[in-house]
């Protein structure tokens, strides 16, 4: 079966540019996660979406921040602009919230470098 | 509200020493406990978890006990090999509280096991 699915894998961009990052959770999870990892500040919880719907997006640092998930193969991370002080690397996760077990399955995250 | 302290690393080891990587939690509920691994240039993977006290989890010779008496969740394995060389993240979900299924992560403690 294939795990969660993250692209793009590495980024490099010009601070002030848009960045998307997309990722496709296990089929008939319902439920998904976006983190952020980073030396200074390890992984911090973004935005988490149950039946595609956004839960708690407090996590998410300000308005440059905004997530999508249209529906349940699929969801985006965006950045606009992108600043230096947004490099890090960004998982998606995803899980199965009824008969809960806890278990997140994560994708091998995209690194986002911005110069 | 919750959240998840380990020990600072890294942490190096030779081959075949015993291992303890202490982890202490703070929880208004009762969250299930969990220790992931990650390798170099991947996402997380669950290794063991335990969803209520006194469970002890365990998985490739790695083990893990709920007590909930002193809040702990510390991981053990008594002969380590190189290959367990990796970033080790303690982390904590509860569903009843604000963050619902979402993990919450402590730092990571980085092992490096030399032959």
């Known amino acids: 079966d294939a795990g969660v699915i993250q692209s793009p894998r590495h980024e490099v961009t010009e601070m002030g540019q848009e960045v998307t990052l997309r990722c496709k959770p296990i089929s008939g999870h319902n439920s998904l996660f976006w983190y952020r990892q980073t030396m200074m500040r390890g992984l911090e919880l973004l935005i988490y979406?149950?039946?595609?719907?956004?839960?708690?997006d407090s996590g998410m640092p300000e308005d440059r921040f905004s997530a999508k998930m249209p529906n349940a193969s699929f969801s985006t991370l965006k950045i606009q602009p992108s600043e230096p002080r947004d490099s890090a690397v960004y998982f998606c996760a995803s899980g199965l919230t009824g008969g809960y077990t806890g278990e997140l399955f994560f994708g091998e995250g995209s690194r986002l470098t911005v110069l | 509200g919750n959240s998840v302290t380990q020990m600072e690393g890294p942490v190096t080891l030779s081959e075949e020493a015993f291992l303890t990587i202490n982890c202490t939690y703070t929880?208004?509920?009762?969250?299930?406990l969990f220790w992931y691994v990650q390798y170099p240039g991947e996402g997380l993977q669950l290794l063991l978890k335990a969803t209520k006290a006194d469970d002890k989890g365990s998985n490739k010779g790695f083990e893990a006990t709920y007590r909930k008496e002193t809040t702990s969740f510390h991981l053990e394995k008594g002969s380590v090999q190189v290959s367990d060389s990796a970033v080790y993240f303690c982390a904590l979900s509860d569903p009843n509280s604000n963050s619902g299924y979402a993990l919450n992560f402590g730092k990571g403690t980085s092992l490096l096991v030399t032959p």
């Open positions: 979406f149950n039946n595609n719907v956004p839960i708690d």
């Open positions: 929880a208004t509920g009762y969250p299930s």
